[in-house]
């Protein structure tokens, strides 16, 4: 009886270990894909980052441009590239953080390009097209990639949150990741004057 009792121990203690082995390379792997995706992320605003200066320089060949507009922009772009985000660490704190320095850059973007508007001879230059057609597409990419992003952590927090990786993930120190989400405000409809 007491070899049965032992084997049976041994039995469940082998499901158990090869379970959690499962489970954490399961866990693992899906980090690894956070992480990839976080890449994506950060690459598609760094090219939308190095595509500033040179529109910068082509904005400033206008006559009276408003340098106050060009200076937010630059400011924009530093503060943007100083942050960092370790992708060890992708906590929502962090994307918050990283969030909004990106969005102070897209807003002075937006203020230059408002402001460029009222340069005809500016929007002529074909190398003022080629750089607003460029950002643009940037920022369809850079959405494209927060949408995947985001996806890979769905995956990765609902796979870290059911049971019983839910067990070996807290063992481990698999933590929750950080969503991209719409910043305060853009649930309301701008309002358009004439």
């Given at each position: 009886m007491?070899?049965?009792?032992?084997?049976a121990i041994v039995a469940i203690a082998l499901v158990l270990l090869m379970g959690g082995c499962g489970t954490y390379n399961n866990l693992v792997g899906k980090e690894e894909n956070v992480r990839n995706a976080w890449?994506?992320?950060?690459?598609?605003y760094q090219r939308r980052?190095?595509?500033?200066?040179?529109?910068?320089?082509?904005?400033?060949?206008?006559a009276n441009f408003e340098r106050e507009t060009l200076t937010e922009v630059i400011n924009a772009r530093a503060r943007a590239t100083s942050i960092n985000v370790?992708?060890?660490?992708?906590?929502?704190?962090q994307i918050q953080q990283f969030q909004q320095a990106q969005q102070g850059l897209s807003s002075a973007l937006g203020r230059l390009l408002?402001?460029?508007?009222?340069?005809?001879?500016?929007?002529?230059?074909?190398?003022?097209?080629?750089?607003?057609?460029?950002?643009?597409?940037t920022e369809n990419r850079i959405t494209v990639a927060r949408n995947r992003y985001n996806d890979a952590v769905n995956t990765y927090n609902v796979g870290r949150r059911t049971f019983p990786a839910n067990i070996f993930a807290g063992m481990f120190g698999f933590g929750d990741k950080g969503y991209f989400t719409a910043q305060p405000g853009?649930?309301?409809?701008?309002?358009v004057q004439f």
């Open positions: 007491k070899r049965f009792g032992l084997i890449s994506q992320v950060e690459a598609q980052a190095d595509l500033i200066p040179n529109l910068v320089n082509t904005v400033k060949g206008a370790d992708p060890a660490n992708l906590s929502p704190e408002a402001v460029a508007e009222a340069y005809p001879q500016l929007r002529a230059t074909e190398s003022f097209r080629d750089l607003q057609a460029q950002l643009e597409g853009s649930d309301r409809t701008p309002t």
